[in-house]
């Protein structure tokens, strides 16, 4: 609900502070509340119940006409379209805290989609960035282990000339398991990743938008996140420019046919498993971020 209240003070924020007005946003507040508790016990889940109340309310010039304040007290004119420097105040005068000035939310909620954009809330913000999070890090394991799958073939033939060939059937058996399973592992998460996102689907449609708060903390966290990211994704890069070393390395072991010929391949595709890992990963946060910037462009 708090999304619900929120979409209403930037509606209203506009109009002037009379009598009628505060009646009439305390009513459209009651009857919400009783639109959003019936389409929570028909099943719906918070968020589609947020987005289809706020889809139904009408244009700002629509309320100001049922308030009927179309006219010369009224602030700005239906027909005269809200300028680009236009600018809401929210806050309570009498309140300790300034009145904080905010970016023109209700123009761009209404000047496309008739009002059909759902308020983006600052804790669903924090919820979608945790779960994208959590699904670009699926997304990471799964590649990784669909990329270390030929590294089991190549460890069991290694530990069967290592154990002089007595072994040899049952570990190049497991080292095929070991690639079947690999592969199958990172397939799921991959596709696990993908599903974890499918509830947010209205805000991957461009059909929401955010208000000033949680525009201003989105913008903070993408630049906090920045030294990490360029972290992360140098690490990733030289593990995979560098993969090639161990091969090299344990070549000059070439007596011991376990290293030149096990460790040496296999530690190929670990190497450009965890680099890949770590390339996917350092942008898990800040390509979340500029989704939900994006809404309010």
């Not at 924090?126 to 779960?131: I, S, T, Y």
Request: overall charge negative.
């Amino acid at each position: 609900m708090d999304a619900i209240k929120n979409y209403l003070e930037t509606m209203f924020s506009s109009l002037p502070d009379t009598e009628e007005t505060r009646r009439a946003k305390a009513e459209i507040l009651s009857m919400t509340e009783d639109k959003y508790n019936e389409l929570i016990g028909s099943g719906m889940s918070e968020h589609e119940a947020i987005g289809k109340i706020i889809s139904e309310f009408g244009s700002l010039d629509d309320l100001k006409e049922s308030l009927g304040l179309i006219g010369e007290e009224c602030v700005q004119a239906a027909e005269e379209p809200l300028k680009s420097d236009s600018v809401l105040f929210t806050g309570v005068p009498e309140a300790p805290n300034p009145p904080v000035e905010i970016e023109p939310v209700a123009e761009r909620a209404h000047k496309s989609y008739g009002g059909n954009l759902r308020l983006v809330s600052l804790d669903e913000a924090k919820d979608f960035l945790a779960d994208a999070a959590f699904s670009r890090f699926l997304l990471g394991v799964g590649v990784f282990f669909c990329i270390i799958a030929p590294a089991g073939p190549i460890m069991g033939d290694a530990f069967g000339d290592l154990f002089f060939g007595v072994f040899e059937d049952l570990m190049e058996g497991l080292g095929v398991m070991f690639l079947f399973l690999s592969v199958a592992l990172g397939v799921g998460l991959i596709i696990l990743s993908s599903s974890k996102m499918k509830e947010w689907k209205d805000i991957k449609k461009g059909v929401s938008i955010m208000d000033y708060e949680t525009e201003e903390y989105i913008k903070s966290e993408k630049q906090a996140l920045n030294p990490s990211r360029s972290t992360m994704l140098a690490l990733g890069i030289v593990l995979c420019v560098c993969c090639v070393i161990p091969v090299t390395f344990f070549g000059i072991f070439s007596i011991i046919p376990f290293l030149s010929e096990g460790v040496g391949p296999s530690m190929i595709f670990v190497m450009v498993g965890a680099g890949v890992f770590f390339i996917l990963n350092s942008s898990r946060l800040t390509d979340a971020c500029d989704k939900l910037l994006k809404l309010n462009v």
